[in-house]
């Protein structure tokens, strides 16, 4: 018996380690050719390298980006974001009036596109898409009651109606004008899904999307991989120029880096701030940065113990030195925040004066606040990077030493990132690093969600409550015209400023590293990237 | 024997139902309302009341864990609140992958443990045994993480031998049936793809195995120290038997009950704590699955999760019974 079990062992062993040898000759073969496979003619394999798989393939019942860079290759949404800004431009739709109200807006969408199973894509199929949504709950469209305030039937609704005029004219009727409306539509989780498959597929059509995107799915091992094959078909001519876009969940940003180098992947995202400098001086490689659309900060909870004073928000404000984090954990890969929103978004207000790293100036507010000999508060430290926070413990300890020198003891606390989430929404931290990725490049999406008192107990996580930043957050919402839309934002920003519920700290380039050969590739802001125009070199 | 046997199943049954009664009341100690926790503070009553009702919460406790049972019984595990499909429609691949990856590292481990500690027994104190047993310690107290990382900076970054991540060549993908990818290659006759599948167990198989390996090294040594200091070994050098003989039949057997002890703990241990090899390397398997889900707060992966992983033990420690029996007929008598 214990003759055969080693035997047995001996033989496996010796087949492995055989089998090893034999075949670390072709790796070194393979190694070079990988990117090249399938002949330069054609467009080869891409495969991106990122942290997490992906929780479902139907865009609109997702929140997670991990899920949302997959849809954004499978499906095309009405209208588009630019290649590398927020700006909208024609995708589904070639051409959209707005009525003088601001409450019609019409389609006029592209003909001869199909659907990857075959059927056509038209107004029907627009229509159905929209009605699928608008009859449905939170749990299942969470995006769609967020940008379109609820559901048929709910008083916050904005759609009062979608219908085909004709076969390649959709119209949509509003119950009260939508500044972002076009910004909304242009978004991921709205991308047009093939009607029938939703019919077919029902439950599992996560698991198996159809769409109209530059590339059709083929093939999903969960935690694994998601392969996507080109759509042949595509309405774009030319394009896309990629065979196959394979996507690689490889959570630890370390082994993704080793796994890049070794030229397993040809992409990747999450890339270190420490590790940017090796990726440059790699010949084989080239760094992109995704432009900034978002911002890391404090949240100062204004309803808790000495927060609860203005003045002291303040003289917190001036006890931290933005540019010193940045150049420490960034990679000086960021840019110091001075507004709750980056300087890409519509809006910003550029003549705000920052805060300047003063620790006199500091101490003299603490003491006209009567805190002269300090206080006692909590730090709360996120327990995961973040493209915002890429080390939140260690952003937090030099914070905790900046606030002891205005003689503010602050006691560094983490939980389990859902932990910490759901208390910090409940208000149970005192001060807590957070940040927030823009969803569809528009001021709305930081500033109303972010600092309205609507938003308290939602992400409104500092409880700050100011009326007359209300009305004017309001206001720019039914407010069509983009000038004045932007003045009331400038306005907000003043009062948000003044009041200070934030430290805004850092506006950070998120770095991707990827293999030399890759062209036509620019990080969008959104975080998802359309891999339409990437090719192989 | 086939009584042993008997007697060694029925046993499982008590172990079973208290891992069930366990798991299944774990989800039930959280503080608060699941489903509140589940949804978050934005959540409509409405919400909070469907997710209760199809977690079964409404009901009184004892029909609960009845309705679990049955489910169980009939191989349903429940449904993922994450990516709402059926738990037992996708834990295999996981499972596949952890089990390929930990059956792989424990022949190494097994492998080399076990003759790295027979050597050093048979050469007490020889620059061998010292060495060894150095490379034992260090082998135990090396954070998974960091050998994950060097390997591959060794062998994949600098020499360029194996793969650094993941279970196969993605651009010569395996067509998984079974979803233990050297089987599923074998059946193909896909003999490239089986090399390649190899030379990605290799790495993650050696980090993975490299705490048991140094376990198993040691235990091995000390056991059969002892044994080859017994008489009936003296008895078996002076017939003349061949050392070698003395030491890998009559010794070994002798000595290798603690050893299958070992082995088996660390084979359980290595299926529920291979999270930190399946981050580094990429790997697909169960532990990030309920990893994964712990961090959604998806309870019916976690509860299934667990449960799976649980049971398995279970079984190889039946195994491991079951071949001590096998190994040293005395035990079958008590």
């Given at each position: 018996m214990k003759k055969t079990i080693f035997s047995l062992l001996f033989v496996l062993l010796l087949s492995i380690g055989l089998a090893g040898c034999g075949g670390s000759n072709e790796s070194s073969g393979n190694g070079g050719g990988d990117s090249g496979d399938g002949g330069e003619e054609a467009g080869g394999t891409l495969i991106f390298g990122r942290g997490g798989d992906s929780v479902s393939l139907d865009p609109a019942s997702v929140t997670d980006g991990e899920s949302f860079k997959v849809t954004k290759n499978i499906f095309d949404t009405l209208l588009d974001y630019g290649d590398d800004n927020t700006d909208v431009q024609e995708a589904l739709a070639t051409d959209w009036e707005v009525s003088d109200d601001g409450k019609t807006y019409t389609f006029t969408l592209r003909e001869g596109v199909k659907f990857h199973d075959g059927t056509d894509f038209n107004a029907d199929a627009v229509v159905y898409n929209f009605e699928r949504w608008m009859n449905g709950n939170e749990e299942a469209f969470y995006y769609y009651k967020s940008m379109f305030g609820g559901f048929?039937?709910?008083?916050?609704?904005?759609?009062?109606?979608?219908?085909?005029?004709?076969?390649?004219?959709?119209?949509?009727?509003?119950?009260?004008?939508?500044?972002?409306?076009?910004?909304?539509?242009?978004?991921?989780?709205?991308?047009?899904?093939?009607?029938?498959?939703?019919?077919?597929?029902?439950?599992?059509?996560?698991?198996?999307?159809?769409?109209?995107?530059?590339?059709?799915?083929?093939?999903?091992?969960?935690?694994?991989?998601?392969?996507?094959?080109?759509?042949?078909?595509?309405?774009?001519?030319?394009?896309?120029?990629?065979?196959?876009?394979?996507?690689?969940?490889?959570?630890?940003?370390?082994?993704?880096?080793?796994?890049?180098?070794?030229?397993?992947?040809?992409?990747?995202?999450?890339?270190?701030?420490?590790?940017?400098?090796?990726?440059?001086?790699?010949?084989?490689?080239?760094?992109?940065?995704?432009?900034?659309?978002?911002?890391?900060?404090?949240?100062?909870?204004?309803?808790?113990?000495?927060?609860?004073?203005?003045?002291?928000?303040?003289?917190?404000?001036?006890?931290?030195?933005?540019?010193?984090?940045?150049?420490?954990?960034?990679?000086?890969?960021?840019?110091?925040?001075?507004?709750?929103?980056?300087?890409?978004?519509?809006?910003?207000?550029?003549?705000?004066?920052?805060?300047?790293?003063?620790?006199?100036?500091?101490?003299?507010?603490?003491?006209?606040?009567?805190?002269?000999?300090?206080?006692?508060?909590?730090?709360?430290?996120?327990?995961?990077?973040?493209?915002?926070?890429?080390?939140?413990?260690?952003?937090?300890?030099?914070?905790?030493?900046?606030?002891?020198?205005?003689?503010?003891?602050?006691e560094i606390k983490s939980y389990e990132w859902a932990t910490y989430l759901e208390k910090a929404r409940n208000g149970e931290a005192d001060s807590f690093l957070l940040g927030w990725t823009g969803d569809n490049g528009d001021a709305d999406n930081f500033l109303y969600v972010l600092l309205d008192q609507d938003n308290i107990g939602s992400n409104n996580y500092t409880y700050y409550e100011n009326q007359e930043l209300h009305d004017l957050l309001i206001e720019a919402q039914s407010t069509p015209d983009e000038e004045e839309r932007n003045k009331l934002y400038k306005e907000a920003q003043e009062i948000i400023h003044e009041d200070a519920p934030w430290i805004p700290l850092v506006h950070s380039k998120p770095a991707l590293g990827g293999s030399s050969t890759i062209k036509g590739f620019s990080p969008h802001p959104t975080g998802s990237d359309k891999l339409t125009k990437v090719t192989l070199q | 024997?086939?009584?042993?046997?008997?007697?060694?199943?029925?046993?499982?049954?008590?172990?079973?139902?208290?891992?069930?009664?366990?798991?299944?009341?774990?989800?039930?100690?959280?503080?608060?309302?699941?489903?509140?926790?589940?949804?978050?503070?934005?959540?409509?009553?409405?919400?909070?009341?469907?997710?209760?009702?199809?977690?079964?919460?409404?009901?009184?406790?004892?029909?609960?864990?009845?309705?679990?049972?049955?489910?169980?019984?009939?191989?349903?595990?429940?449904?993922?609140?994450?990516?709402?499909?059926?738990?037992?429609?996708?834990?295999?691949?996981?499972?596949?992958?952890?089990?390929?990856?930990?059956l792989v590292a424990m022949v190494i481990a097994i492998f080399i443990g076990v003759n790295a500690g027979i050597i050093s027994a048979w050469f007490q104190n020889s620059w061998f045994d010292y060495t060894a047993m150095v490379l034992a310690l260090v082998g135990v107290s090396m954070p998974v993480f960091w050998l994950g990382l060097m390997e591959q900076w060794a062998f994949s970054l600098e020499l360029g031998w194996l793969p650094s991540t993941g279970r196969e060549n993605v651009r010569n993908p395996v067509d998984a049936i079974t979803h233990l990818y050297l089987i599923d290659t074998l059946i193909q006759g896909r003999m490239d793809q089986f090399v390649e599948v190899i030379k990605h167990l290799i790495l993650p198989g050696i980090a993975l195995g490299t705490i048991p390996m140094a376990i198993i090294a040691r235990m091995t040594r000390s056991s059969m120290l002892e044994v080859m200091r017994s008489d009936f070994v003296r008895t078996a050098r002076a017939k003349g038997t061949k050392m070698f003989w003395v030491v890998y039949k009559h010794s070994l057997k002798n000595a290798f009950i603690p050893v299958l002890t070992v082995i088996g703990l660390q084979m359980g241990l290595l299926l529920g704590g291979a999270i930190l090899t399946e981050t580094i390397f990429g790997w697909p398997g169960i532990g990030r699955y309920i990893y994964d889900a712990i961090n959604f707060r998806d309870y019916p992966v976690i509860q299934s999760g667990i449960l799976i992983v649980a049971v398995i033990f279970v079984f190889i420690n039946l195994i491991v019974d079951l071949l001590y029996a096998a190994i040293d007929p005395r035990i079958k008598y008590n």
């Open positions: 048929k039937g709910d008083e916050g609704h904005v759609i009062e109606s979608v219908t085909a005029t004709d076969d390649y004219t959709v119209e949509f009727k509003l119950k009260r004008p939508q500044a972002p409306f076009l910004k909304n539509i242009a978004m991921s989780p709205f991308a047009i899904a093939s009607p029938d498959a939703l019919e077919k597929q029902g439950d599992k059509f996560g698991e198996n999307p159809v769409g109209t995107g530059p590339f059709v799915f083929d093939q999903w091992n969960r935690n694994d991989k998601i392969v996507l094959n080109k759509n042949d078909e595509y309405w774009m001519d030319g394009y896309p120029k990629l065979d196959s876009v394979i996507f690689r969940a490889i959570p630890d940003n370390s082994a993704r880096l080793n796994a890049l180098m070794a030229g397993e992947i040809d992409l990747m995202d999450g890339l270190n701030p420490s590790d940017v400098q090796q990726v440059e001086d790699n010949a084989d490689l080239q760094t992109f940065f995704r432009p900034s659309m978002n911002v890391g900060y404090l949240g100062l909870t204004t309803d808790r113990g000495p927060l609860k004073d203005k003045l002291v928000r303040q003289a917190l404000n001036h006890a931290v030195d933005k540019q010193a984090l940045i150049d420490s954990f960034y990679a000086g890969q960021a840019e110091p925040a001075k507004n709750p929103m980056p300087p890409v978004i519509g809006g910003y207000n550029d003549e705000i004066e920052p805060y300047e790293y003063d620790l006199d100036k500091a101490k003299e507010l603490l003491k006209e606040a009567g805190y002269e000999d300090g206080f006692e508060m909590e730090l709360w430290a996120m327990p995961v990077p973040r493209p915002y926070m890429p080390d939140g413990q260690k952003v937090a300890e030099v914070l905790q030493k900046s606030f002891a020198e205005i003689g503010v003891d602050a | 024997m086939l009584a042993y046997t008997v007697r060694r199943l029925l046993m499982l049954i008590p172990v079973l139902f208290g891992m069930t009664l366990i798991v299944f009341f774990m989800i039930r100690a959280i503080p608060g309302d699941p489903a509140q926790v589940i949804l978050g503070q934005q959540a409509t009553e409405e919400a909070i009341k469907s997710l209760t009702k199809q977690l079964g919460l409404d009901q009184p406790w004892y029909l609960q864990y009845i309705d679990y049972i049955k489910n169980l019984f009939t191989g349903d595990l429940g449904t993922s609140l994450r990516t709402s499909s059926d738990i037992s429609g996708e834990i295999w691949p996981y499972l596949a992958a952890t089990l390929e990856l930990s």
